[in-house]
């Protein structure tokens, strides 16, 4: 059962040959064997997951359940979910119990799906291997030495030991496809505005977009039917009219046309992972998709613009942390602003810190004009490349990360080789674009994952492309060995 898909889960709840309390008691159980290992979650809360769970036995009983009620679903930690804990990595939270839920929680719960708990993150999403959390490293399922990736590594490695069905992610710069890619997971970052980011708590809201991270586009699509939507309360929330992500699912796929970025193929690119990718397109090849190169000429600005404009967003919505309206307070200070700053200097992390003096700096009245502004011009460029690509393809394929999963600890005192392990995936987060990554094979006994960059609003294409890639490979269906 724990290898199975989110469909077939759903057929044996419908079927009753497993209850929602059962399923769910599964997943808790490997959580208890397997979490210490790993340290994929940051709160677990069995009393409050299994009372959900008869609620959706109940609801399956009654015959009103939907496809994901009485699925357990692992949360990333930077979405509120009311009466939880919900930390988003730092300190600052360590303590902080959601008041509310944000809309995303609210979609899955009214979806009857069980919240199996929060999973770990870089603090505040700022990370690109879970090595920024306050609450210590995750470990890869496909090798305890390394990184899952991040910022959403806990969830990625929730999924991939199969401690969890499936998760939710948020992906600023590349935090869903990323770790989808070092754990051999399929993660989607929709179109900017296609899921709520009420109650998601914020990092750079130009470009934080949440989505799902599972083990197939099949899956994938499941989880987007309840994530997606409208929600009035974010007010770059997109009306548009309910879509079922699953309609493209069986489309064939004779006749594609698949641009492959001649940047993205270029130096920094691991010859494991060029070799996997490559495969994969072939593959695709196979299936009656035709390849034509295209020009992506702005890709290595992408890593600077984003290291300006997402810190500037971050250091401005961070301020909200000043130890008085909630989260953690120094314990000890003279005055109203050595509160602060005692609070702040405690609360947050390094990286954290980095990036709020970058935002503060780069928005400072002197260096506005030449660093922040300069770099929502060429955001503009950037976004521009996809809208001149777009018109000789109908998607984009790449690699999803430079190279496979990397050892704990090999970057965390280099910030800029850190930052490039999302060389391939931060200018879709400037363009507001969806991508997708799928796992396509693997290098020296590690993950590869395949990009896929569609247009505006194609996430249902996309994932029928992913879709039928997977009926016709295994790729997705792998599992960790040692990890019983
Ligand atoms: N790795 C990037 C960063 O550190 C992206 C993180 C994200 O997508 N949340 O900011």
Redesign the pocket.
């Known amino acids: 059962m724990i290898d199975s898909s989110l469909k077939q889960m759903a057929a044996a709840l419908a079927s009753k040959r497993i209850s929602s309390v059962e399923l769910t008691q599964l997943f808790l159980d490997r959580i208890d064997r397997l979490n210490p290992r790993i340290n994929a979650f940051i709160t677990v809360d069995p009393e409050r997951s299994l009372t959900q769970a008869k609620a959706a036995d109940v609801r399956i009983a009654r015959g009103d359940a939907g496809p994901l009620t009485g699925i357990p679903i692992a949360h990333k930690d930077i979405f509120c979910a009311k009466g939880w804990r919900t930390t988003c990595g730092s300190r600052m939270l360590d303590n902080f119990i959601a008041p509310y839920d944000a809309h995303v929680i609210s979609q899955f719960d009214q979806a009857g799906a069980v919240n199996l708990g929060k999973t770990n993150m ?1 603090e505040f ?4 291997s879970n090595e920024t959390s306050y609450f210590g490293v995750v470990r890869n399922p496909w090798d305890l030495a390394r990184v899952p990736g ?2 959403s590594g806990g969830s990625a490695a929730a999924v991939a030991a199969r401690m969890a069905p499936a998760a939710t992610g ?6 869903m496809r ?1 770790p989808a890619s070092l754990c051999g997971l399929s993660g989607l970052k929709p179109t900017y505005g296609i899921c709520s980011r009420y109650g998601m708590i914020a ?1 750079a809201s130009s470009l934080d977009q949440a989505g799902p991270m599972a083990k197939s586009a099949e899956d994938l699509a499941w989880m987007m039917n309840v994530m997606a939507g409208f929600d009035a309360r974010d007010s770059t929330s997109l009306e548009r009219a309910k879509e079922d992500y699953t309609r493209d699912l069986d489309r064939p796929l004779a006749g594609l046309k698949i641009g492959l970025p001649k940047e993205y193929f270029a130096d920094g690119l691991s010859d494991g992972v060029a070799r996997v990718v490559q495969e994969a397109i072939d593959q695709y090849r196979k299936l009656g998709a035709h390849t034509v190169e295209i020009s992506l000429p702005n890709t290595r600005l992408s890593i600077p613009v984003y290291y300006v404009l ?1 810190p500037a967003e971050a250091s401005s919505n961070l301020s909200r942390y000043d130890g008085v309206r909630y989260g953690y307070r120094a314990p000890e200070y003279s005055d109203l602003a050595d509160m602060y700053c005692k609070t702040r200097a405690q609360g947050f992390g390094a990286e954290v810190k980095r990036r709020i003096l970058i935002g503060t700096y780069v928005l400072s009245a002197g260096y506005y004009d030449a660093y922040y502004l300069q770099a929502q011009k060429i955001r503009r460029l950037i976004a521009q490349d996809f809208v001149e690509a777009f018109k000789k393809c109908d998607v984009i394929m790449g690699p999803a990360a430079p190279g496979t999963a990397f050892k704990i600890g090999e970057k965390a005192h280099d910030p800029v080789a ?2 490039l ?2 060389l391939y995936t ?1 200018a879709v ?1 400037l363009a507001g674009l969806p991508g997708m990554s799928i796992p396509a094979g693997f290098s020296d006994g590690l993950p590869v994952g395949l990009q896929i960059i569609g247009n505006y609003f194609s996430e249902a294409r996309m994932l029928g492309i992913g879709h039928q890639y997977q009926q016709v490979t295994d790729w997705h269906t792998r599992m960790p060995e040692g990890i019983a």
Do not use: H, L, R
């Open positions: 870089d999403a700022m990370g690109s991040g910022s948020t992906d600023t710069g590349g935090s990323q990092f997402a850190m930052y392990e999302d931060i987060n």
